[in-house]
């Protein structure tokens, strides 16, 4: 019985270009995961020295103190979702490259994680460091099976699924939602979790996209997530409606037409060959 539980435990880990982006794109998933006994890894390929505008972050020195900063918002972030670890890379923010350099980086990282899925962003994305983190996972796929490619760190016995992380980029081709999960049920914490971020969603995100002179009632929980809910989740909001169809598949249809809010996932083949079916399975983590 005890070996069987054991056998059922599944290790995910996700790379994300930045320190948050785990957050929105995995992190309700990651709480359901993680609360069912699975192992989650989050890891962010760049320090996040960049993502802010006041001049007290410029400069080497500044952006030192933003990276520390965003380190400690990260590691509070995988305290509340029961996240095991958050590795995050010293890249520097906008210079993330998916060199030879950051290919080793990788394979290694996922060889000693021995994971049983592997997730990043798809190489059409918006941000130019996001582009280099899902072009790095990618390239580290295959080669993480080559036994002269690093061979000081040994190839795990498993073979990971690669999955991608939900995009609303069209071009080359849009996103395909292989796998869908609902994150209304833990919203509490994944805005909890995204809060812990202040430093993107209360201050560098609204300055960027909205507003120079934001301005919320900080010493309030229910503002501050309230927030970030209808600021910063759009993403959700837009893979729960692009999986309308998918959602009541999972869920049922009563359940599932009712779903605001989810993290979707498109299988990628050059991992782990899975049946669609399969790969569902492994998201299949309940309400
Ligand atoms: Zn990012």
């Not at 030879?100 to 049983?116: N, Q, S």
């Amino acid at each position: 019985m005890k070996k069987e539980s054991f056998v059922d435990i599944k290790r995910f880990l996700f790379f994300g270009a930045h320190p948050d982006d785990a957050e929105e794109l995995f992190g309700g998933t990651a709480v359901k995961l993680a609360r069912k006994g699975h192992i989650v890894k989050f890891v962010s390929m760049c320090n996040g020295n960049c993502g802010h505008f006041s001049p007290e972050y410029a400069g080497i020195e500044g952006g030192k103190k933003l990276a520390a900063r965003r380190k400690k918002e990260a590691e509070r972030s995988a305290e509340i979702g029961g996240i095991s670890e958050y590795e995050i890379l010293d890249h520097s923010d906008c210079t993330l490259q998916a060199d030879l350099a950051v290919r080793e980086e990788t394979v290694r990282i996922i060889r000693r994680f021995k994971p049983h899925v592997v997730i990043s962003h798809r190489d059409c994305d918006y941000h130019a460091d996001h582009r280099a983190a899902g072009r790095a996972v990618m390239d580290a796929a295959y080669l993480l099976k080559v036994p002269l490619y690093c061979p000081d760190t040994p190839i795990p016995e498993i073979n990971p699924v690669f999955a991608y992380s939900y995009d609303c980029f069209t071009d080359p081709v849009p996103f395909r939602a292989d796998a869908v999960v609902e994150v209304d049920s833990v919203m509490e914490t994944k805005l909890a979790m995204m809060d812990c971020h202040e430093s993107q969603f209360l201050e560098w995100l609204p300055w960027d996209r909205i507003d120079k002179d934001f301005s919320i009632d900080r010493n309030s929980p229910e503002a501050r997530r309230s927030y970030i809910k209808n600021e910063w989740l759009a993403s959700n909001r837009e893979a729960a409606q692009k999986a309308e169809e998918l959602l009541k598949k999972t869920y049922g249809e009563e359940k599932g037409a009712q779903i605001r809010y989810a993290e979707s996932f498109q299988f990628s083949q050059y991992g782990e060959n899975v049946s669609l079916e399969e790969f569902r399975a492994l998201f299949s983590v309940g309400e």
